[in-house]
């Protein structure tokens, strides 16, 4: 089996090592330049992506209820479930950054493009997956909030001021905006759906960019070593075998998926999304010097998951053909 090259997991690192040569364009137009951009490059995103959703589709994947509500409990229960049983092993204040960085990628949503393009490959439920993958980023921007300001100090971030209402104006208003012009731009949006994902990535490196150069400016990261980021490494790897194993399990011999619905909830309930976790760390970790820290996690296990599913989808493949 080959491993394709992607190019937007080496950018994403290029651009953590540009952050860390030249943090100070954070401070072009009075600091707001950067920040303005993002937030319009975040709008536009969810904005397409709502011209993309099918009502078809929607109302297809309504009917397997309970593929549904099961990929749904995978993302949103048995992920943070797991970090909070490991929640008293945090102990200093180090640790206490590491176990919500982790908790922070564990209460974000499933991805939309890669879990459905790997579903495909993987000769799974196509229409289940695009109908899980949809919902779940929705739903995230109830949950991952709610979730996190248990252990965030949501009386500096200002949680229905700067974090629900950042959402709702950022992605929830440019959703629905999407959903209205579907009818008369969804066949433009499946013509230039390539550009848009180009535009997409870049975008989400933008946000990867400000997220890091703010964090190497305060100089938080002097504070940890290449031990710390090789501890997040191995957290990663341990995490997404964890979850990959009992997701299996559960699918195959409690909920007794055909193999098709058990191609579709591995891959969609074992992933989660960068794009939904940038847009959210915006507003979550508002103004806070630790982003980058928290954001790391994500990073690899957003490479991590694509190069390990991308195997896991061709071996399905394979022994279908």
Known sequence: MKFKFDAFIFFLFVMIAFAFFYPDLITWGNGQLLHQLSSIGVMLIFFFYGIKLSYQQIKEGLKNWKLHIAIQCFTFILFPLLLLLL???????????????FFFLAVLPSTVSSSVVMVSIARGNIP?????????GLIGVIITPFMMQVFLDFEQEHVITTVYAGLFKEIII?????????PY???????YGKTLTLFDKSVILLIV????????????????????ILWVFIGVVILFSLIYFIIWIL???VFKFNRADQITALFCGSKKSLTHGSVFGKFIFYNNPHTGLYFLPLMIFHAFQILVITWIAQRYASKTD
């Open 174 to 182: 440019p959703v629905l905006l999407g959903l209205l012009v579907q």
């Open 87 to 101: 929640k008293p092993m945090a102990q200093t204040m180090l640790q206490e950054q590491f176990w919500l960085s």
């Open 185 to 191: 731009l969804g066949k433009f949006a499946n013509r």
């Open 251 to 253: 699918t195959k011999y």
């Open 128 to 136: 289940a997956a695009i109908f899980n993958a949809s919902i779940s």
């Open 209 to 228: 960019y400000i997220s890091f150069a703010e964090s190497f400016a305060s100089g938080v990261f002097q504070s940890v070593g290449t031990q710390y």
